[in-house]
């Protein structure tokens, strides 16, 4: 197995995934559209076109840095942040590579997909493993 990248499944270090809506996110997303101003309910309607987000807890209790994270293949590295305008819904903020430590949290933006993400690869700087959406870690 030497040289292929990949590490033994013992070493592979403890991280949480979880997928989200971006309006999750939001401070007003359980108040109903008519209760809303207009101008905050349009600030709904834009969050709602952003794509989904890739969350990542660290569990791991010693520090490494997330270079690169795959979902089928794809490179997903940036943040989709609202830009409230309809014709350009989101600006990308790059997340990636980070360091993390036991506790932190990534997030991710997955443009394109509203759901069938089920595998992610991701690479640290401790070697490449492939993780499934909700897995439990003990």
Same mark, same amino acid.
């Given at each position: 197995?030497?040289?292929?990248?990949?590490?033994?499944?013992?070493?592979?270090?403890?991280?949480?995934?979880?997928?989200?809506?971006?309006?999750?996110?939001?401070? %007003?997303?359980?108040?109903?559209? @008519?209760? $809303? +101003?207009?101008?905050?309910?349009?600030?709904?309607?834009?969050?709602?076109? !952003? =794509?989904?987000?890739?969350?990542?807890?660290?569990?791991?209790?010693?520090?490494?840095?997330?270079?690169?994270?795959?979902?089928?293949?794809?490179?997903?590295?940036?943040?989709?942040?609202?830009?409230?305008?309809?014709? %350009?819904?989101?600006?990308?903020? @790059?997340? $990636? +590579?980070?360091?993390?430590?036991?506790?932190?949290?990534?997030?991710?933006? !997955? =443009?394109?997909?509203?759901?069938?993400?089920?595998?992610?690869?991701?690479?640290?700087?401790?070697?490449?493993?492939?993780?499934?959406?909700?897995?439990?870690?003990?």
């Amino acid at each position: 197995m030497a040289g292929c990248g990949y590490l033994q499944k013992a070493d592979k270090p403890k991280l949480v995934l979880s997928i989200h809506s971006y309006l999750e996110y939001y401070p %007003d997303k359980d108040v109903p559209n @008519k209760d $809303l +101003p207009i101008l905050l309910r349009e600030k709904k309607k834009t969050l709602s076109l !952003l =794509p989904p987000i890739l969350q990542i807890v660290n569990k791991e209790h010693k520090e490494l840095t997330i270079e690169k994270i795959r979902v089928h293949g794809m490179e997903m590295d940036f943040l989709c942040y609202p830009t409230y305008n309809s014709t %350009d819904p989101y600006k990308k903020i @790059k997340v $990636l +590579p980070v360091k993390m430590d036991y506790g932190d949290v990534i997030k991710v933006s !997955l =443009p394109g997909y509203k759901e069938g993400v089920g595998k992610v690869e991701i690479d640290t700087d401790k070697g490449r493993w492939e993780y499934t959406i909700g897995e439990n870690i003990e």
